[in-house]
């Protein structure tokens, strides 16, 4: 059981099916050469493009040796045999893309859902730094962090390394007097290059 095209030839050089070679082939070759190369981009570069592309080709192989089988089978049946094996060799492996690439498709979703709370994280700094510049009193600037706080707490149950930051914007005591809205946006944009 073998996707390698150089099996493949191996069982075409056998004097008894010289004469899949004549009349332009089967189309075999081809089809497992593109497959290698699929197997070889999934290799180097695995994602949902890639895992597409191989689940593709091992359908091509399938697809080609039932072409071939049904064909030639009856004349040259230890070629045609062979090909049932690589057959099955392409629908195993297949299933363990399948696997994978389902791996990979959660691997992408967890890196964008990241993405997407730091976004969020950002977004929710940028509207409380604007509410605290917009605070007349240090009532205004609370009420400002009471809206965001907790939300960025939620985040950072996620995005851990935004939970000092946001501690210290929680325990900060602005010094003699009301809070400077600088301090505060400067708390914030700590979270901000945190994330």
Known sequence: MSLKESDWKAVLDQPKNAGLKAGGGTGMSKVLRDHAA?????????????????????????TQCDAVITKHGKVFTTA????????QAAAARLKEVATEAAEVREQQ????????????????????????????????????????????????TDLPNLR????????????????????????????????
């Open 80 to 87: 045609c045999d062979y090909l049932k094996t690589v057959k």
């Open 38 to 62: 699929a197997e070889t981009t999934w290799e180097q570069q695995k994602s949902i493009g890639t895992a597409a592309a191989l689940e593709r080709s091992l359908k091509a192989v399938g």
């Open 109 to 156: 979703y967890q890196r964008q859902r990241l993405e997407h709370l730091k976004e969020t994280a950002k977004e929710l700094c940028e509207d409380a730094k604007t509410r605290i510049r917009n605070a007349h009193n240090a009532g205004q600037v609370a009420a400002a962090l009471e809206h965001s706080i907790p939300r960025l707490e939620h985040i950072a």
């Open 164 to 195: 000092t930051p946001i501690n210290g914007l929680k325990n900060f005591k602005p010094a003699m007097g009301s809070p400077s809205a600088k301090q505060y946006g400067d708390l914030l944009d700590a979270i901000v290059r945190a994330r």
